[in-house]
């Protein structure tokens, strides 16, 4: 063996492994589409995108964090309720502002909305560079800009200022600390600007596409945030344009809003789609289609379910505030003797020893619309009428007040109750007032109108009246305004992320 | 790392010049004057040798007559002898007891123990022809310190759970297994009588040069191989044995049965079943696990051919293998036909070639095991004894009182049909270029494919009287049948190129330096297919396409992964006058296991030893041998799945779209990708003393180990902003240390030969990290509680039991009422639940540890006796102080069986303190994870022990025969334990964090067996 031999026989031992070695280490998944290869398409991004709003319909992450609890039970309206004081204790303790910070309830929120926020952010990320019909990316980017903006909408009103994860979080990125209330109500605002700009009307969409967010859905969340920026001209302009657009109708009976049939109607702005078709579980991110808030919100005993949100006698007086009873109250309430649906008259005692006066009544679903098999409990099929159009008119009402624009106020105020008198002409008068008393108004009529509808809270937040309101019953103005952050999550970022003043 | 080596070689090269030959023959024998063949000579301080033929002969070429010759022999004492003028010597060799000049193999070489400053234990073939065994690892049990084997199960061909120093990880703490240099993903393919050694790199200075795999310890097993100038050898071994189980579980009686059937009724306020109003009618019932267990059979035929010429070696074997179970009989046999052809040849002075190739073709009838749903044994533990096996019609029985799983477990064995069977090559070819003196490149080539298939077939059955009323329960009966088939490919292969160079400086300083690359590459492939309604009832007839169903009904289903490695490694070896040695290893592992991000990992290690008795000022009457040694390195364990750093997108993620409300697929991938994934790492310091008194005759090795896991694997949980689950990063660790003792005495000079030996080893475990939050992890759930078993957190051993500790019974109603609150349903004769945290609250945080599935120590020894053609050995392994969670009772069903025990229940004030009163319900929850269901899994087994003859070798000579040796032996045959289930080996499955814990584990067998060794 010469030299010349060796260095040969050297170079092929350490070259050459050498030399492939690039492609040679690199091996992706053989089976199943990786990130890196998925996304190439319309149909990936069609599919990216309903995965967001697949995130619309948690509710229970794997703890409940209905809009209900939040907007509903927190306010005077209605109480817990279940099966006594320590079903879900940690709701009562929240309620009643003793502010526990370590409760899965408002962690499950947090989870829920950082997922969504997460699947929006893929779609925002993945979808630009994909090869595909501009018009087609363009509504899909709308709509995930909306479905992000819900979810930092959810996160601001219930926590405050949160962390802003605006892109994908690398692992690195994971302990990002919080940002101010006006930081993410800015992205929130510019998202929704964004959405508005590239979604179309409700009835330009197919019919096939009936439940994706719609231009007038992105406005009426924006005119909402408006009016917690207390930005009331613009907020007033845009509720003017979804007016304009003619794409709503109030439906004639306000008792057909919250059934079936009244599910995707001419008033429904925005709404989150729920079925009872497919079998469902109970599960964290469920590939079931179905709601938890009919099982949730049905009296216990005969009529089978949990028995939460109940109204409150507080609530219930609202109706009555007018001299005669509001209709109203009807769709909103179950009281003694009132038949509920297929199930049965309710009576005090068919409620399985937990005899209150009030049950909710517009996510009560029937025996015969329950889940044809499998588990009914997750599979509740009432869609969330999140926002109708009778909020964006009591909307409009609110910021035209402020802008001194009464007579619109009034307009819309009034089309308002026009609807809920329907042919009894001796109640529900036009209203007539002005200056502070108009706004009472519109402040009554949102009470009454959209009453268990998860508002209550929010708005009495958002108007600066929860310490009037809710100081009874132990409320804080500059703690209680906004929900401590979970205690887990600032354990999980060491401290990056700080409380909230006051827990 | 390219340079030095280019000047070594040069260096080497200069020095490779001509020498003056001259030749030098002679004959070597033993003290009895009878010649030894194969043994080594070699002109010392050169690379120059032979070995001696047949005759005990030998030839060498020496360069002066200052060479001096050493002749090596394995069990005999090395001899230098000066050349001189002598063209001719007569050479004699002593017998040795030290085992201190053994070659060892080492990863990529080979080493005179007396100079390795690493930790590596041997184990012979002598050891493994020991025990009539299956599988290899059954061969390490007992073996060597601190390699701890557990039989998963008893059952013929299930794998084992083998731990190197303690189980280093959450994940999978499996050791790297290398047959031949070959890699390889178990070793039910292998045949142990094929083994001539198995070496177990424990430290981490001896497993570094194995880099990212190395890290939770190395195996390497070297098959056996002829001998240049080797006489033929043919040789037979055969044994046929007979296994039973050696231990039954006491049950109740059906009389018993009705009774406390009778009282659990009553105390839920239920009507007792009218059919045991008079329990003594019943008497006895049925013993299910008598009607379970069978003896079965055991047989190895092994034929073996070996030997060589002055140019090559050949090993060719061929063996046979057939195992039936205890439980199940032929539907749990494994079979195996394996063929074996080990050969070398010097093409060239400077080029051998070889090649090593192993063919195997396995059988193994599946039986479900080690659940708590569906194996026979914990249906035989369960079923009630009210239940004949048979109707009157002869046709099996089913029970009117068991819940879902638990049916008639010998019908189920019945309708049980799942084959497996694998075909398997292992096999390599190398080359190896002597360069040099001195410097050798070796080339090797090497390919582990199996293609193996799977058939299952459901027949239809119906355990009703009348088929048309079809009265038995859901799970005695199967109305449609089905027929299932799955194929699995991989194919592996591997380049390995090796460069050693050996040299020795100035006759004291002995350089050993080797370099090499791998290349690696796996591949998996899978499918499958399955359908309903066959016509046919027979399983041999059951194939996808004679099925009635629609071809729309199948279903087929196929996929494959792969992964490849690219390593580059050195190791340099010196020692300084057989006192000091220092080793220092490096390897270079890029995987496409790990991310982008750290494609390559980095593995260095460092070892030093002192061979004091060497040193001048010793005086080694006594201690003829003392050595310590010290070691650090790290290590990597890859086993870390193919694709854990990317992410799948995932489908389902739906949403409802249009009037009808259609459901609409929504995707994205629900796990963060990590491009930072890399490989768990393990850094390890070890301790260690060798030593041999009286000549050899004794010896002790002793070790001390710091074992730390780093970067371990773990799906920590994350800040929820991430928006998505937690991907799986390096922020676990965990820490072993142990110590690890082996002594041996070995008395072979006079006619009466006996050695003992023994080893213990201690290990600690302590999970130190996991990572941000640190969210300890539960796993193990059992059914009979519905609850998860082992916890583990920081601060505690791996899978350690976790739950309620029982405080008595409580006695009366006022204990209840005074006695922290359990539930509204607590009762006199429920069992009191500790209350830990003094809340007077029994909940979730009155739980503890309960137990520990790790042993305190390990141990195994020996006892080998050998008179005038007589031997005895006898070999005995133990654990001590590991706990075992008895769950093979199902409390969650209402009308099982259950153990005598429950004899001793409560039944009122003052009857018992243990064992609570009997209820339908069990409204108080008295089966929840307690200390109740914790045992002591303490064993100590004599697990050999085997009496053999060998004719005279005056005898055998007449008829050109080597050696005969018959011989009968018994496995297990005492086990002392105060363990109440059917075995107390219980290992781990479904990974590390469920060890200990038995679901009806499918106990080990007694074996008596007869088998013959025959050389000719």
């Known amino acids: 063996m010469k030299f010349s031999k060796l260095a040969m026989l050297l170079a092929l031992v350490l070259c050459l492994p050498i030399a492939c070695q690039k492609d040679f280490l690199d091996r992706k998944p053989l089976v199943g589409a990786s990130e890196e290869n998925f996304y190439r398409n319309a149909e990936d991004a069609v599919a990216s995108v309903n995965a967001a709003y697949a995130a619309l319909q948690f509710e229970i992450s794997p703890a409940g964090h209905f809009r209900w609890f939040w907007g509903d039970i927190m306010s005077d309206d209605s109480n817990k309720g279940g099966s006594g004081d320590n079903d879900a204790n940690e709701l009562l303790q929240l309620e009643t502002f003793k502010g526990p910070t370590n409760t899965d309830l408002l962690e499950a929120e947090w989870l829920a909305d950082y997922e969504g926020i997460y699947r929006a952010n893929t779609v925002l990320e993945r979808v630009p560079a994909i090869n595909m019909d501009a018009t087609l990316k363009a509504r899909i980017l709308g ?74 859905a992105a406005q009426a969340l924006l005119v ?58 109970w599960g964290k991110n469920n590939a079931n289609e179905g709601s938890f808030t009919n099982v949730f919100q049905r009296a216990r005993g005969a009529f089978g379910g949990f028995g939460f949100n109940l109204p409150t006698d507080d609530f219930v007086a609202e109706f009555f505030k007018e001299g005669s009873e509001d209709p109203r109250l009807k769709s909103t309430v179950f009281r003694v003797g009132d038949a509920m649906g297929d199930r049965g008259v309710f009576t005090l005692d068919a409620t399985g020893g937990f005899p209150h006066k009030y049950y909710a009544k517009k996510y009560f679903n029937n025996r015969s619309e329950e889940a044809p098999f499998g588990d009914p409990n997750p599979n509740g099929d009432s869609n969330d009428r999140v926002i109708r159009y009778s909020d964006v008119l009591l909307m409009h009402a609110e910021a035209a007040q402020h802008n001194g624009n009464e007579n619109a106020a009034r307009q819309s105020l009034n089309l308002v109750r026009k609807r809920a008198r329907g042919a009894n002409n001796a109640i529900l008068p036009d209203v007539t007032a002005s200056g502070t008393a108009l706004l009472d108004a519109v402040y009554h009529e949102r009470r009454v109108e959209l009453g268990l509808e998860g508002h209550r809270f929010f708005d009495l937040v958002r108007t600066g009246r929860a310490q009037t309101v809710l100081g009874a019953l132990g409320y804080v103005e500059g703690v209680h305004n906004m929900f401590p952050v979970p205690l887990s999550q600032i354990q999980a970022t060491n401290n990056a992320i700080k409380q909230n003043p006051g827990y | 790392m390219r340079k030095p080596i280019l000047l070594f070689l040069l260096s080497c090269l200069l020095q490779a010049g001509l020498f003056a030959q001259t030749a030098v023959s002679g004959r070597i024998t033993d003290k009895n004057g009878e010649p030894l063949i194969g043994v080594t000579v070699a002109v010392k301080g050169t690379n120059t040798g032979t070995s001696s033929d047949v005759a005990g002969r030998f030839k060498v070429q020496v360069p002066s007559a200052d ?49 390795i400053s690493g930790a590596v234990s041997t184990i012979t073939s002598e050891e493994i022809s020991e025990l009539p065994i299956l599988r290899t690892e059954q061969a390490l049990q007992g073996r060597t310190a601190g390699v701890q084997v557990t039989q998963n199960s008893g059952s013929p061909g299930s794998a084992l759970t083998v731990r190197v120093r303690g189980t280093g990880t959450i994940n999978n703490s499996d050791p790297l297994y290398i047959v031949d240099g070959i890699p390889v993903d178990g070793l039910d393919f292998l045949n142990p009588n094929d083994i001539e050694s198995i070496n177990v790199l424990k430290d981490a200075a001896s497993s570094a040069i194995y880099g990212a795999r190395g890290a939770n310890g190395v195996v390497l097993i070297t098959t056996r191989s002829g001998k240049r100038n080797q006489e033929g050898k043919i040789r037979y071994e055969s044994y046929f044995g007979v296994q039973s189980t050696w231990k039954k579980a006491n049950l109740l009686s059906a009389e018993q049965y009705a009774i406390l059937s009778n009282e659990a009724h009553i105390a839920a306020g239920v009507k007792p079943l009218p059919e045991f109003s008079n329990p003594a009618a019943l008497g006895q019932g049925t013993d299910w696990l008598d009607a379970l267990f069978t003896t079965a059979p055991m047989t190895s035929h092994q034929i073996s051919l070996t030997g060589g010429s002055d140019k090559s070696t050949y090993s060719i074997s061929g063996n046979y293998f057939n195992q039936e179970g205890i439980v199940g009989g032929d539907k749990a046999a494994f079979q195996r036909y394996t063929v074996r052809v080990n050969g070398t040849h010097e093409v060239k002075k400077w080029l051998n070639i070889g090649t090593n190739v192993g063919l195997t073709a396995l059988t193994r009838n599946g039986l479900a095991e080690n659940n708590e749903f569906t194996t026979p044994l914990v249906r035989a533990l369960n079923m009630d004894p009210v239940t004949p096996i048979r109707k009157a019609d002869g046709t099996f029985a089913y029970s009117r009182y068991s819940d879902t799983d638990i049916t008639n477990p010998i019908n189920a064995i019945e309708q049980t049909h799942d084959r497996w069977r694998s075909n398997r090559l292992v096999g390599s070819v190398f080359g190896e270029l002597t360069l040099a003196q001195g410097l050798t490149f070796r080339s090797a080539y090497s390919v582990d494919a199996t293609f193996a298939s799977q058939g299952i077939f459901f027949p239809r059955f119906d355990l009703s009287n009348d088929p048309v009323l079809s009265d038995a329960p859901a799970g005695e009966k199967r109305l449609i049948n089905s027929v299932v088939k799955n194929d699995n490919t991989w194919r592996n292969w591997q380049w390995e190129n090796v460069l050693s160079y050996q040299k020795t400086f100035a006759e004291t300083h002995v350089f050993n330096f080797t370099a090499g690359t791998t290349a690696l590459y796996n591949f998996h492939e899978y499918s499958g297919g399955a359908n309903t309604n066959l016509p046919s009832n027979d399983p041999d007839d059951a194939y996808i396409s004679n099925t009635i169903d629609p071809i729309t009904t199948q279903s087929a289903y196929g996929g494959a992964d792969e992964s490849a490695l690219n390593s580059y490694f050195g190791r340099v070896n010196y020692a300084y006058d057989d006192r000091y040695v220092v080793s220092a290893a490096f390897r270079m592992d890029g995987s496409s296991r790990f991310g982008a991000n750290n494609r390559f990992g980095y593995f260095p290690s460092l070892s030093a030893g002192w061979i004091v008795s060497h040193e001048g000022f010793w005086k080694g009457d006594l201690i003829n041998f003392l050595k310590l040694r010290a070691s650090w390195g790290q290590n990597g364990n890859d086993k870390i799945g193919n694709y854990s750093f990317t992410t799948v997108v995932n489908s389902g993620q739906n949403y409802t779209f249009g009037p009808n409300q259609t459901i609409t697929n929504g995707s994205v991938s629900l796990r963060a990708a990590n491009p930072d994934l890399k490989w768990e790492t393990i850094t390890q310091t070890d301790f260690g003393v060798d030593m041999e008194l009286l000549q050899g005759r004794f010896n002790f090795t002793g070790d001390y180990y710091i074992k730390n896991t780093s970067d371990m694997l773990y799906a920590a949980p994350v800040p929820l902003t991430a928006g998505t689950e937690a991907p799986v990063r390096n922020v676990a660790s965990v820490k072993n240390t142990g110590l690890e003792l082996a002594l041996n005495y070995r008395n072979r000079d006079r006619a009466f030969k006996y050695s003992v030996g023994g080893n213990i080893s201690f290990v600690k475990n302590e999970v130190t990290s996991l990572g941000n939050g640190g969210e300890p992890v539960f796993a193990g759930r059992v059914q009979s509680a519905n609850a998860s078993v082992t916890k583990t957190e920081v601060g505690q051993p791996i899978g350690a039991f976790f739950g309620y500790v029982t405080d008595g019974i409580f006695q009366t109603q006022q204990e209840v009422n005074e006695g922290p609150f359990q539930n509204e349903a607590t009762a006199p004769g429920d069992i009191r639940f500790k209350d830990q945290n003094g809340d007077k609250i029994i909940d979730e945080n009155d739980q503890v540890y309960i137990g520990n599935p790790a042993p305190k120590f390990t141990y195994g020894a020996n006892i080998d006796f050998e008179y005038k053609g007589f031997d005895l050995g006898i070999f005995l392994q133990g654990s001590q102080g590991n706990d075992i969670y008895n769950a093979t009772v199902r409390y969650d069903f209402t009308y099982v069986n259950r153990p005598v025990s429950v004899l001793n229940r409560w039944t009122g004030a003052g009857t018992s303190e243990s064992e609570p009163r009997v209820n339908l319900s069990d409204p108080n929850q008295n089966a929840r994870v307690s200390n109740r269901f914790v045992e002591d899994g303490s064993y100590l087994r004599v697990k050999n022990v085997q009496l053999g003859y060998s004719l005279p070798a005056s005898l055998l000579k007449k008829v050109k ?25 219980i290992g781990a499955y479904n990974g590390a964090l469920e060890a200990g814990i038995d679901r009806g584990f499918y106990p080990q067998a007694r074996v008596w067996l007869g088998g013959v060794n025959v050389i000719f």
């Open chain 1, 224 to 281: 909402k945030t408006l009016l917690w920026e207390k930005k009331w001209s613009e907020a007033q302009t845009i509720a003017e344009e979804i007016v304009g657009s003619n794409e709503y109708q109030l439906v004639s009976n306000y008792a057909d809003i919250f059934t079936q049939a009244g599910e995707n109607n001419t008033e429904s702005v925005f709404e989150i789609q729920y079925m009872n078709a497919s079998g469902g579980n």
């Open chain 1, 143 to 216: 709509e995930a800009y909306f479905i992000r903006a819900w979810f930092f909408y959810n996160l601001v009103t219930v926590f405050g200022g949160v962390p802003l994860a605006d892109h994908v979080l690398a692992p690195s990125e994971y302990n990002l600390p919080r940002a101010s209330a006006d930081e993410v109500w800015a992205l929130v605002e510019s998202d929704l600007r964004k959405s508005v700009a590239a979604l179309p009307l409700r009835s330009q969409y197919a019919a096939s596409d009936l439940g994706r967010i719609t231009k007038g």
């Open chain 2, 961 to 985: 025969c080597d050696k005969f040796r018959l011989y009968v032996s018994a496995q297990n045959l005492f086990t002392f334990t105060k363990y109440t289930g059917l075995d107390p080996e």
């Open chain 2, 67 to 115: 060479a001096v010759l050493v002749f090596a022999y394995t069990g005999y004492q090395n001899k230098e002898v000066a050349v001189g003028n002598a063209t001719s010597l007569e050479i004699q060799l002593d017998e040795t007891a030290s085992l201190i000049n053994e070659v060892v193999v080492v990863g990529y070489g080979a080493q005179k123990r007396s100079n």
